[in-house]
């Protein structure tokens, strides 16, 4: 090769390779955990649970973590294979051809962009009460919202490295205070130090209370799976991504868990008052601990952050890839020339984002509150289906690329049992009787779904080169 081919080769290599060996293991881990916002996960979550499972609330958490590490096996068993920053898309079209690969990149991100805008809707929410509360300052919630989300985009444009490094910061402050806070409510109520949240006896209405609950349960987690998008950026991705994945979804199943139990204890294990609170972590601290209810706040400020930096980095990685492989528009694969970052999906990620939650709050006047929940369910049900099927993709995957190496446990069993556990949770989302507007979720996702295939199909004939793109960029080589 002469002089000329290889500086064209190494220019294309820097105008469609993100960062190689930016992060570390501890780094992936910490965007990971960040992106997941448990401060404000739990903030606005935990009362539903309650309402549904009763003091057994912290078993359906647990159930929910043991559901979740099925899908964790399928990820990061994919991730020893074929790391990439595609993840979901580039293993389902690797498993089922680029037609169902370029349907999910248009039917996830619409889930994750719709479950995106809560965490953008809330955070101008948040901080805005909180100024308000402690040092007296009005600023509209809309206004805070922008420049909030301006600022973390300018943030992980700036670079994978000096982003991830403040949502960790994030992430371990919200968590030091969240676990200070709980402790305070486990020790103003010693006498309340019981096993009966962990009894299934307790669990209200057995089955249909733990259904009734486990949707959201399972909405808490939403976001472990980031760390499979860091691939081509993090050190020897064949073993940290699956390191990353499995240590984070224990650490924050085992974290939710312990926060849980401190609440239930703070509101002396009466089921009624703590399924009555909107916010049963702040009530519970502002009854053992008035002092530090300023801990609270200034946690879920930081979780906002957290989460909106991490999941941005993360999230729209997807978007990137899948540009860059030619499943969606060109113009989403750019890097920044000097960043390295995939900023054209970023910020196309993140207007989308913020312009869902001021149109639906500011023109269609639904409180930032109800979009919060209303995006969640919504949002939650096309994440759900293609965790379903990238399950069902991991024993086709490996029959045809990687037959010699084929595990029956890890590689069929556990994928199947990981599928059929999360129809409890997609029921409990698209089920009928509900209450209007969650009645007509699941024909909005059906809708999408429909629309994604059509798609999918089309750029495939259209494209004859795609299947060999599909899963073109692994992360190490």
Not at 389 to 412: C, E, M, S, W
């Amino acid at each position: 090769m002469s002089v000329s081919e290889t500086a064209s080769s190494l220019q294309i290599e820097s105008e469609t390779r993100l960062q190689r060996n930016a992060l570390s293991l501890s780094h992936t881990v910490a965007s990971t955990l960040a992106s997941i916002a448990p401060a404000m996960s739990f903030f606005f979550g935990f009362a539903v649970i309650v309402q549904g499972a009763g003091l057994g609330a912290p078993i359906t958490i647990l159930i929910a973590m043991v559901v979740i590490l099925f899908l964790t096996n399928t990820i990061a068993e994919f991730s020893r294979f074929v790391p990439s920053a595609g993840s979901f898309v580039t293993f389902c079209g690797k498993a089922f051809g680029p037609s169902i690969g370029a349907a999910v990149s248009v039917f996830l991100t619409f889930g994750y962009l719709v479950a995106a805008s809560t965490v953008v809707s809330i955070a101008g929410v948040w901080v805005s009460e909180t100024l308000k509360t402690f040092l007296g300052i009005s600023i509209h919630w809309a206004i805070l919202t922008v420049l909030i989300s301006a600022a973390t985009g300018l943030l992980v444009m700036h670079g994978i490295g000096i982003s991830t490094l403040w949502s960790g910061i994030f992430f371990y402050f919200e968590a030091g205070l969240l676990i200070l806070g709980s402790i305070f409510m486990i020790v103003a109520h010693p006498h309340s130090l019981t096993l009966a949240p962990f009894k299934f006896s307790n669990l209200t209405g057995g089955l249909a209370g733990l259904g009734a609950g486990f949707p959201l349960a399972v909405y808490l987690f939403i976001g472990w799976e980031n760390s499979a998008t860091l691939a081509e950026e993090t050190e020897n991705p064949r073993r940290n991504i699956p390191r990353a994945l499995i240590t984070g979804t224990l650490a924050i199943g085992i974290f939710y868990i312990f926060l849980a139990y401190a609440n239930v204890v703070g509101f002396k294990m009466d089921v009624h008052a703590l399924g009555a609170s909107r916010l049963p972590f702040i009530d519970g601290l502002k009854a053992s601990a008035p002092r530090l209810l300023v801990v609270a706040y200034i946690a879920g400020v930081t979780s906002i952050l957290g989460s909106l930096i991490g999941l941005v980095n993360s999230q729209a990685r997807i978007l990137f890839n899948s540009g860059r492989e030619g499943l969606l528009p060109e113009f989403l694969g750019k890097i920044h020339p000097r960043h390295h970052t995939p900023h054209s999906a970023m910020w196309l990620f993140l207007f989308i984002a913020v312009l869902l939650i001021l149109s639906f709050s500011l023109v269609g006047r639904v409180a930032p509150m109800d979009y919060f929940g209303f995006a969640g369910t919504l949002g939650t049900i096309p994440i759900i289906l293609t965790y379903m099927l990238t399950n069902l993709a991991l024993p086709v995957y490996v029959f045809k690329y990687h037959r010699g190496q084929l595990d029956i446990l890890r590689h069929v069993l556990l994928p199947i049992a990981g599928t059929l556990v999360m129809l409890f949770p997609l029921w409990g989302l698209i089920q009928p009787g509900q209450s209007w507007p969650l009645n007509i979720f699941p024909w909005i996702a059906l809708g999408i779904l429909a629309v994604s295939i059509i798609y999918g199909v089309i750029i495939a004939r259209l494209s004859p080169g795609l299947a060999q793109r599909i899963g073109g960029y692994v992360a190490d080589q």
